[in-house]
C-alpha cells in the first residue's frame, strides 16, 4: 500500500490550502482515511477522519469548522480543505488509512494501518 501526500506549501495567515493524498495497492473503499499532523517538538495528533463511505466525518476542536475532509473513491484519493490558516497549523500533515468492518472511526495515531509520508504545511503571521 502507498499513500502519497502532496499540496502542502507555505501561507500567510487566512490563506487556504488543499492537501491531497492518493491511495494504492488495496480497495480504497474498505478504509476510512484520516489526517494528522505534527509539529516540530509535538506528537502526533489527529486532525479529522472520513469514513469508507464518505457518510461521516470527524474533527479535532482545532480545526472545526475551517478544515473539512472529503474523498473521492473513483480517484482513490482524500483530500484536506484547510481554510482560514493559522500560524498554529503549521505542522507536517499526514495521511493515513484505517481499515474496518464497520464505521466507527479512530483519532488515535497507532489505530491506523498505512501512512502516508508527510506534508508541511507553514502558515506565516
Known amino acids: 500500500v502507498q499513500l502519497q501526500a502532496s499540496g502542502g506549501g507555505l501561507v500567510q495567515t487566512g490563506g487556504s490550502l488543499r492537501l491531497s493524498c492518493a491511495f494504492s495497492?488495496?480497495?480504497?473503499?474498505?478504509?476510512?482515511m484520516g489526517w494528522f499532523r505534527q509539529a516540530p517538538g509535538k506528537e502526533r495528533e489527529f486532525t479529522a477522519v472520513?469514513?469508507?463511505?464518505?457518510?461521516?466525518?470527524y474533527y479535532a476542536d482545532s480545526v472545526k469548522g475551517r478544515f473539512t475532509i472529503s474523498r473521492d473513491n473513483a480517484k482513490n484519493t482524500v483530500y484536506l480543505q484547510m481554510n482560514s490558516l493559522k500560524p498554529e497549523d503549521t505542522a507536517v500533515y499526514y495521511c493515513?488509512?484505517?481499515?474496518?468492518?464497520?464505521?466507527?472511526?479512530?483519532?488515535?495515531?497507532?489505530?491506523?494501518?498505512?501512512w502516508g509520508q508527510g506534508t508541511q504545511v507553514t502558515v506565516s503571521s
Open positions: 472520513i469514513t469508507w463511505s464518505g457518510g461521516s466525518t
Open positions: 493515513a488509512a484505517d481499515f474496518r468492518y464497520d464505521n466507527a472511526w479512530s483519532t488515535v495515531p497507532h489505530e491506523y494501518d498505512y
Open positions: 495497492g488495496l480497495p480504497f473503499r474498505r478504509y476510512h
